[in-house]
């Protein structure tokens, strides 16, 4: 840690456990990227260069039928019809990442949702996810802490948690009946700052499928071969890192590296308590080391995100729960949640050479 007046800064590190996806919002459909059968990688287009490539060589209109056409293999098309080699579409490429088990191109190829890079291309980490999973363990920790009873929420799908309840601590803006403000200028969250991670090589980053696993261990209808895409993601036994500073002149000893580290511990063992000890892993899933640990990113669910089961109780958590998975996934059976005691009622895992994992499971030290 390093002392600079009022700063604390620290070193943090995320130790992935399991696949960590935290998208950029684009996707690859099947034609848009190549995938090596021989090397077994997956290969993204610096369409720039391609597209200079197929003008030098009077490809154009030959893509074009390609792109027409029902076949969908990028890399056969390229490497096999049009006579290009491994060499010459290696220099036509952005970055390559390992498949493993995510494609099958003897089947049918499936669409490719992105990771976050940087404007050279690096993967990288938004600050911004990290501190938002600390936000949601700081914030269960005191709601736990919190002997208030009587709490409710709205039962729509616009209803929110009234973090500004925990969070508004700061008296730097005022309403005219003096009460605190309920905005950002007053959130104690504004003495925390997490910096984007340094960027993640190629080499850790692998393509995962993504499976439904239901509470008895069995995958849901239709997901027992995956759900028809895959992700770019943080492969298990990356350590990724990040700089954290605590600003104590805001934070004045409420929030520190301790507290974090406990809220940390505190969010793990209501999550297992609460609701992944609920669910029979599937088999080829793998244990995870039995340390304190963030659940962030896609695929982590609903749960790892909501405080509603700490703020409502467990019963009546699990009601709103349930009326809210029926309200936004009206084919998917969630009228029975209440009654089968969990809500959601799957749990999201990745597969990755024939090995399950919860989606996004990370170790954190803060040095």
Partial sequence: MIQQDHLQIFDLTLNVWAPL???NGSSYTKKEYMYNTRNGKVSFLDEQKFFSFL????LVDKYGQF?????SNLWAFLSKDCGISDAELKTLTRYQIEVGDALDAEHSLKEIHAFQRDAQGHAYIPGSSIKGALRTAWLLSAVLADRSTGHSLAPNR???FPEEKYVNQLHLRTLKDGSIAPDAVNSIFRGIQVSDSAPIPDAQMVLVGKFDALVNGSFAKGSNRGIP????CVASGTKVRFKLTLDQSVLKGRITKESLLKAIQQFDTYYAQTYSRRFTPPSGAVNLPQQPHLILGGGSGFFAKSLAYPYLGEEEGLRWT?????QMFRNHK????AENGISPHTM???RFRGRLYPYGYCGVSIL
Avoid: N
Wanted: net charge negative; glycine share 4%; charged share 40%.
């Fill in 322 to 326: 349930a009326e809210q998975m029926k």
């Fill in 67 to 71: 792109m027409l056409s029902e076949q």
């Fill in 55 to 58: 003008v030098e060589h009077d």
């Fill in 348 to 350: 999201k895992y990745a």
């Fill in 229 to 232: 895409m895959c992700r770019e």
């Fill in 158 to 160: 616009r209803a929110t």
């Fill in 21 to 23: 996806f935290v998208g």
């Fill in 334 to 337: 969630h009228e029975r949640d």
